[in-house]
């Protein structure tokens, strides 16, 4: 049955290219036919940023450094917040521009402008309180001494898709308020939420050249990274890309931020809320259908109560709404695109094949939605902590339970991936608790569905998760280096 319509009046922007002041509708890259994951029909036709685009863009961002760059930090504060308030005020239509461009179910999408304005506004915050420090004053050595807070010029951003308006969040402000410019690269499956941000950002008073956008593939990203006038590259996506731009760069000797791909486990212990635990342990996994980089995709159970907390979660996710992204009521959208499909499906067959664990649920195309790139959601349970299913990051709605006796094991189950993305604890148990943090190899942990990614702390990966920090005075850290004046007196 085809879906229905749900009546709107946005549409999608006229995806392009953004270079200085000039929004662009071709491009050296050729062009895209970009597809509604949720249909599976073409929806609009993209231009794609070549080599030579990226130069036009490295050079408007270069062009515009020194001028925003001296912009009092008050004034760069007053432009970004000037930013966040214009995206409130379009918040329907960031969240509708969401759900129709990688699938996300618009409940959810609703939820990401807020979060665009939390951290914009806490990194313009920071606009003008990026001081130095004095290190030595003539007392002590004849010598006056101190630091400088600089921006490093202009940043080059390579994004994934997952997220569009979130991964904006998690790097625009900050960079914009340490006086950086920069030049966004996402990728072709999310071309319109850079596009319209760029809109507002001018509106905003934030200048043109200031922010940058590139659009395009794999060739459009290498020509960022390694073009000269790009000091520093912020990357997310996967770690077998992160691995070969960190080998072209690191001739350049040009610093990256990596925020990878992960598998993070959940511990659920016998004496959590089991009310929250279920729910948390349920959806979390299933958030962005499992295309999240931070979910708990693995769950770890106390064995005395695994056979009825694998019942509970499985009922739970058994009970998502999947459907149109457009229908507030949908919980469950699809997956971004056949490829993810069908190699969601092949992982779910050979973890099958290779007894990895007990499939419980799901692990095929839904009947009910014929359109589209859908998955059922996918529980495994009893699943070998060494296997492949265990090992890989799916990126789609496959949950794997596992099961552990003594706080040791499930510590050792959780640090044994390569990864070090997120971890998760249930537990009503305050020393457990603080022991286990210390213990799990993660760069966040969340204890009793404590919410992620907020604009005030850190967030970020150790291991093959990569490393950078984005989110708190960390995350603004990021974006500015550090030059010693010291003078003899
Ligand atoms: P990907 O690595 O395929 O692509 C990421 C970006 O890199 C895209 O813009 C792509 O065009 C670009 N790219 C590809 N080849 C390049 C090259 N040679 N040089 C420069 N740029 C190049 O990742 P994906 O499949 O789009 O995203 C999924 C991955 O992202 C998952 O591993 C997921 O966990 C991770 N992710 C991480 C975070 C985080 O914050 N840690 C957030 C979301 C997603």
């Not at 036009?56 to 930013?83: H, I, K, N, Q």
């Not at 006038?229 to 960190?246: D, L, N, W, Y």
């Not at 769950?299 to 992204?325: C, H, N, Q, W």
């Not at 499906?345 to 014929?370: E, F, H, K, M």
């Amino acid at each position: 049955m085809a879906m229905q319509e749900h009546r709107t009046n946005y549409k999608l922007p006229e995806a392009g290219l953004v270079i200085g002041d000039r929004f662009v509708h071709t491009g050296a890259g050729g062009r895209y036919k970009h597809v509604n994951p949720a249909t599976g029909a073409v929806q609009a036709d993209v231009p794609l940023a070549g080599p030579a685009d990226v130069e036009a863009a490295v050079a408007a961002a270069r062009r515009a450094f020194p001028g925003w760059r001296s912009t009092p930090g008050a004034t760069r504060r007053d432009c970004l917040f000037r930013l966040a308030d214009l995206v409130t005020t379009h918040a329907e239509e960031f969240a509708w521009i969401g759900a129709r461009e990688v699938g996300t179910p618009i409940a959810s999408t609703r939820a990401i402008p807020p979060k665009f304005s939390a951290w914009t506004k806490y990194a313009a915050g920071w606009a003008d309180k990026l001081e130095g420090h004095v290190v030595s004053t003539l007392q002590d050595d004849a010598v006056f001494d101190y630091t400088l807070a600089e921006p490093y010029g202009v940043i080059g951003m390579i994004l994934t898709w997952n997220g569009p308006l979130m991964a904006l969040a998690m790097k625009v402000g900050p960079a914009l308020a340490a006086g950086n410019t920069i030049v966004i690269k996402p990728p072709e499956v999310s071309p319109f939420t850079a596009y319209r941000l760029i809109q507002l950002a001018h509106e905003a008073g934030i200048p043109p050249g200031v922010i940058n956008l590139v659009t395009g593939g794999a060739e459009a990203g290498a020509a960022l990274v390694t073009h000269p006038e790009v000091q520093k590259v912020a990357f997310t996506g996967g770690v077998a890309t992160a691995r070969k731009i960190a080998a072209v760069i690191a001739p350049l000797m040009k610093p990256a931020i990596y925020e990878l791909g992960g598998k993070s486990a959940n511990l659920v212990f016998a004496d959590a809320d089991m009310d929250t635990a279920a729910k948390h342990s349920a959806r979390q996994p299933l958030f962005l259908s499992g295309q999240g980089c931070v979910l708990p995709t693995r769950l770890l159970v106390e064995e005395s109560i695994a056979k009825d907390f694998t019942a509970r979660v499985v009922e739970e996710v058994r009970s998502l709404r999947m459907g149109d992204p457009m229908d507030p009521q949908t919980e469950l959208g699809p997956v971004i695109n056949g490829a993810a499909q069908e190699r969601l499906l092949s992982t779910i067959a050979a973890a099958r094949t290779n007894n990895d664990g007990r499939l419980v649920l799901g692990g095929a195309r839904p009947a009910s939605q014929p359109d589209g790139f859908f998955v059922e959601p996918t529980v495994f349970a009893d699943v070998r902590p060494e296997s492949e299913l265990a090992q890989h990051e799916c990126f789609g709605p496959v949950l794997s339970i596992f099961t552990f006796r003594s706080d040791d094991e499930a510590v050792e189950i959780a640090n044994g991936t390569k990864f070090g993305l997120g971890a998760y604890i249930h537990t009503t148990n305050l020393g457990r608790t603080l022991k286990l943090a210390h213990r799990l190899e993660a760069g966040t942990v969340q204890v009793n569905g404590a919410p992620t990614a907020r604009e005030n702390a850190p967030f970020g990966g150790r291991g093959q998760s990569g490393y950078g920090r984005e989110g708190g005075k960390y995350g603004l850290d990021e974006f500015v280096r550090i030059k010693n004046v010291a003078i003899k007196v």
